[in-house]
């Protein structure tokens, strides 16, 4: 049971921890800080926090967790903010979808008490934001990655851990260079290449007939171009080493297929390759009904 939640950014993310958090009983008070006034005052309306806090560090002033649900991009000056009331007693996390720049920045602004964050990616969300979508269950059933580093306190990793899991999350632990290069792999080239595959299209002169065509794969897969473009920036940036990487497998896979479209009896390769996609596919998605 925790005394006091500090919550600093009280949108969908946020704001489901924090019902998650007082439906399981697990903590008392939730003092919430918003950028923007009207949101923090619709959290407090919504009963997702019970107090506004007219900035981040008075919503940390008294608090034994605290979690930044902010972008990315605003991580360390968020840090800078509430730096001077974190104890090393003050479990501190993110909700971040990178994590070697949140971690960095962590280092240079927490020094001493960087031990107290424990850096977390919960593997969730909606297509829809703010907190008028708050959910309790948002959690629940999803994997939540935690990227502890060398001076991460261990009993803040174990409290970090404890918590998740008494939200119904499956907690996995790595680090933040290996989620790093994972999410630019799974998460970041797809939608780096949905985004281009729609500009591709849209530039055609007969763009908009053919979206028109596009059948339901087309859909599930683009949807994801329809993300917050400010959002997707900041995170395409902040990995963008281990995504050009990763762009750049997928390139060389991409003309291994494209040369045996082009070539004389190169079916057979093609299918190859098409199957070896489809059997790897299958064996992942077995995995992950386990």
């Known amino acids: 049971m925790f005394e006091q939640l500090g919550l600093i950014g009280c949108g969908l993310m946020g704001g489901s921890f924090a019902l998650a958090l007082k439906r399981a009983g697990l903590v008392k008070r939730v003092v919430g800080y918003s950028k923007s006034p009207s949101t923090t005052e619709r959290a407090r309306q919504m009963g997702v926090i019970d107090v506004e806090a007219p900035s981040a560090l008075l919503a940390v002033s008294g608090a034994d967790i605290v979690l930044l649900a902010v972008p990315v991009a605003a991580t360390e000056a968020t840090l800078k903010a509430i730096r001077h009331l974190v104890t090393g007693n003050m479990l501190i996390m993110d909700v971040g979808s990178t994590k070697r720049d949140v971690v960095d920045a962590a280092r240079r602004v927490l020094r001493d008490h960087v031990g107290s964050f424990v850096p977390c990616h919960p593997i969730t969300g909606k297509e829809v934001s703010g907190v008028e979508h708050a959910d309790p269950d948002l959690y629940a059933g999803r994997q939540v990655i935690l990227t502890p580093i060398e001076r991460t306190q261990v009993a803040q990793l174990k409290r970090a851990s404890d918590l998740w899991e008494a939200l119904g999350s499956k907690v996995v632990q790595m680090s933040p260079e290996s989620h790093d290069a994972a999410f630019a792999a799974v998460s970041h080239l797809p939608h780096l290449i949905a985004f281009a595959l729609v500009n591709s299209i849209a530039t055609q002169p007969a763009g908009e007939d053919f979206l028109s065509l596009a059948g339901p794969g087309f859909r599930d897969f683009t949807r ?67």
């Open 224 to 290: 994801i171009a329809a993300a917050d473009p400010k959002i997707w920036r900041d995170i395409l940036l902040a990995n963008r080493h281990e995504l050009v990487e990763q762009a750049n497998l997928f390139q060389r896979s991409l003309i291994d297929m494209l040369k045996q479209l082009e070539q004389e009896g190169g079916g057979e390769a093609l299918e190859q390759m098409i199957d070896h996609a489809s059997q790897t596919r299958a064996h992942w998605r077995m995995g992950q009904k386990k």
